[in-house]
């Protein structure tokens, strides 16, 4: 069974750039997964940052943008700042309507 | 504004059934597939079922295929998820999420907006 990876954690100093990445454990991500990404903070609801590879939903922020980089699919975020201290999830289409997430990457902003 | 608004959720025996509802507003909502999306205490999101816009559609993570039953009523602007025979492993916040299209498709595979979630207890 293929498994969607993400880093458990990560950290960034503030004004600081970070590439968080989502990958298979078996063959590569490319935009045909149509990867998408989600900021969770403690006791909220996600909330949608990209879809579709490197689209970004409405209201985010530019420091944050999507792409394939080698096998994955990568997150960056441009001038960290103390409010991106979140979970981050990636999650992609497998086919056959079937969705599968990543376990989600801690990002620490210090 | 896009409001999606969950309930029914519970503490509930090893074995028992739930129904969850998932209430919308603010967009046309059979023209959009919705999800079902879950979260254990302390870990991250799982994905557990999709509907089609018309509801002919359905699908489900291999977890919970057989005992959980997607279905939504249009004429409401209401998602439910039927929950039956529930483990402890079934314990999570369920979140309902709106898809980007009518489909549940690789064009359309993103959740937003997502709603606060139910929290479903599975304890003796």
């Known amino acids: 069974q293929t498994v969607v990876t993400q880093e458990p954690s990560f950290s960034v100093s503030p004004g600081g750039t970070v590439t968080l990445t989502c990958g298979l454990t078996?063959?590569?991500?490319?935009?045909?997964?149509?990867p998408s990404w989600y900021q969770q903070t403690p006791g909220q609801a996600p909330r949608t940052l990209i879809y579709?590879?490197?689209t970004r939903s409405s209201g985010v922020p530019d420091r944050f943008s999507g792409s394939i980089l080698g096998n994955k699919a990568a997150l960056t975020i441009t001038g960290a700042q103390a409010d991106d201290d979140s979970d981050y999830y990636c999650?992609?289409?497998?086919?056959?309507?079937?969705?599968?997430f990543g376990g989600g990457t801690k990002l620490t902003v210090l | 504004e896009v409001q999606l608004l969950e309930s029914g959720g519970g503490l509930v025996q090893p074995g028992g059934s739930l129904r969850l509802s998932c209430a919308a507003s603010?967009?046309?909502?059979?023209?959009?597939?919705m999800s079902w999306v879950r979260q254990a205490p302390g870990k991250g999101l799982e994905w557990v079922s999709g509907?089609?816009?018309?509801?002919?559609?359905?699908y489900y993570a291999d977890s919970v295929k057989g005992r959980f039953t997607v279905s939504r009523d249009n004429s409401k602007n209401t998602l439910y998820l039927q929950v039956n025979s529930l483990r402890a492993e079934d314990t999570a916040v369920y979140y309902c999420?709106?898809?980007?299209?009518?489909?549940?498709?690789?064009?359309?595979?993103?959740?937003?907006?997502w709603g606060q979630g139910t929290l479903v207890t599975v304890s003796s």
């Open positions: 999420a709106k898809y980007g299209g009518i489909a549940v498709a690789r064009a359309t595979n993103w959740f937003d907006p």
């Open positions: 603010g967009f046309t909502f059979s023209s959009y597939a």
């Open positions: 509907i089609s816009g018309s509801g002919d559609r359905t």
């Open positions: 078996s063959g590569s991500v490319s935009t045909t997964y149509y």
């Open positions: 579709s590879t490197n």
């Open positions: 999650v992609l289409y497998m086919g056959n309507g079937i969705s599968v």
